[in-house]
């Protein structure tokens, strides 16, 4: 009797193919198949080079699956296919995983500060498959594109401090990182002012500015020429109350770690015209207020003292003769004429005449007769009784009215 049955025999050498064969992207799907003939069947044993599929879940599988392949799958693959009889290795697989660009990794050298002038290295480096191009910005400006991630100053200045930013690309996405270049340098040109900038009059305040680009920010100092000592310190420099004294040359120095600069500016105060015409007008005219004062207060004691003169004047004196003496100064002037006769022992008689009217034709006289009595100190009163006629005693006068 004839039987047919196949001897036994250790496992062939694998083959090991892969599925899709097109490329790789990471993310999609992936199997790896590892066949070989034995008889017995053979089990299989699936290897990346270095060793890392010892924790992989199929890697006792004919089939290694990758259900969302990762960029670290990339690598090489074999397979073992043994038996009781014996075992074999495959061939080496290459399986590359295409992926876009990772977050770059940006770096600015030297990294301690930077300084106008010298040379500084700006650095962009990104994991990507394949390899990525690079471009280099200073906000949203490109500055530099190419193969290499590395951007160069050979003398860096002021005016490259800022933000800069670098994008990794190749076919399958990009990615950009920034960083912040400092650079510092010395304070430039101070830029200097006056406020107010018109005409500066004597009294008023006056602010002097300063102003300077610096890195590290600039300390201020103002000086005036020809002085040793400052006058002021910060930015702005306030004099109050300025007088003819505050003009002339001042100059601000910006000073920083790095150096410093200075600016001048000249300062003319004028006087105040309006202040001082208008003092004059109230000096002159405060001047005429005191002396008509003083002239007022003179005439009012002179009058004062005129008034007091006249009332302590003799007793004797009778108002009809004061009233002679200022015919013009009363409406009513009275005139009086008296004559006294010595020759006889007795009182006499003595006619009264009239005086004499006033120049002043065009005032109206009035006569008024006065009948006057003396009582000699020799002879006892006489009274009508005795002689029944008029006393001898009695003195009669005739006195002008003037009106």
């Known amino acids: 009797m004839f039987s047919c049955f196949s001897p036994p025999d250790a496992p062939e050498l694998p083959s090991v193919s892969v599925s899709p064969s097109a490329e790789i992207v990471e993310g999609s ?44 799958d990339s690598g090489e693959y074999d397979c073992k296919a043994e038996n009781e009889l014996g075992r074999r290795s495959s061939y080496y697989i290459s399986i590359d995983v295409k992926y876009a660009p990772k977050l770059p990794s940006v770096s600015v050298s030297p990294s301690a500060e930077i300084v106008e002038g010298s040379s500084v290295t700006l650095t962009c480096s990104s994991d990507a498959n394949p390899a990525a ?27 490259d401090r800022g933000i800069y930013s670098c994008t990794s690309k190749n076919q399958y996405g990009q990615i950009r990182s920034s960083l912040s270049v400092d650079v510092q340098y010395a304070p430039k040109l101070p830029s200097v002012s006056v406020s107010p900038s018109a005409e500066i009059v004597e009294g008023s305040s006056v602010n002097l500015t300063c102003s300077s680009d610096a890195n590290p920010a600039a300390k201020y100092t103002w000086y005036k020429e020809n002085e040793d000592s400052p006058k002021a310190s910060g930015q702005i420099f306030t004099i109050s109350n300025v007088t003819a004294e505050h003009s002339g040359n001042y100059y601000c120095e910006a000073q920083n770690t790095r150096g410093r600069h200075n600016s001048t500016l000249h300062l003319t105060v004028v006087a105040d015209r309006s202040s001082s015409g208008a003092g004059k007008l109230v000096a002159a005219g405060t001047i005429t207020v005191v002396l008509l004062a003083v002239i007022l207060l003179a005439v009012f004691l002179w009058i004062r003292k005129k008034r007091a003169s ?49 120049r002043h034709t065009e005032q109206r006289e009035d006569v008024e007769y006065v009948t006057v009595k003396f009582n000699s100190a020799r002879t006892a009163p006489r009274t009508r009784g005795r002689g029944g006629g008029e006393d001898p005693a009695a003195l009669y006068s005739t006195v002008n009215k003037t009106r």
């Open 133 to 159: 191009n690079y471009t280099w910005y200073k906000e949203n400006h490109t500055i530099f594109q190419g193969p290499e991630g590395n951007y160069y100053f050979k003398s860096i200045r002021s005016e």
């Open 310 to 358: 006249r009332d302590s004047s003799e007793p004797g004196e009778r108002a009809d003769n004061r009233e002679q003496r200022q015919p013009e100064e009363q409406g009513d002037l009275q005139y009086a004429s008296i004559h006294f006769s010595n020759n006889q022992a007795d009182p006499l008689y003595s006619n009264m005449r009239p005086a004499q009217p006033l």
């Open 29 to 72: 799907s992936v199997t790896l198949t590892c066949s070989s003939d034995a008889n017995p069947a053979a089990k299989y044993t699936w290897y990346k080079e270095g060793g890392h599929l010892h924790h992989h879940p199929q890697r006792q599988n004919p089939q290694l699956v990758f259900s969302s392949i990762q960029s670290s």
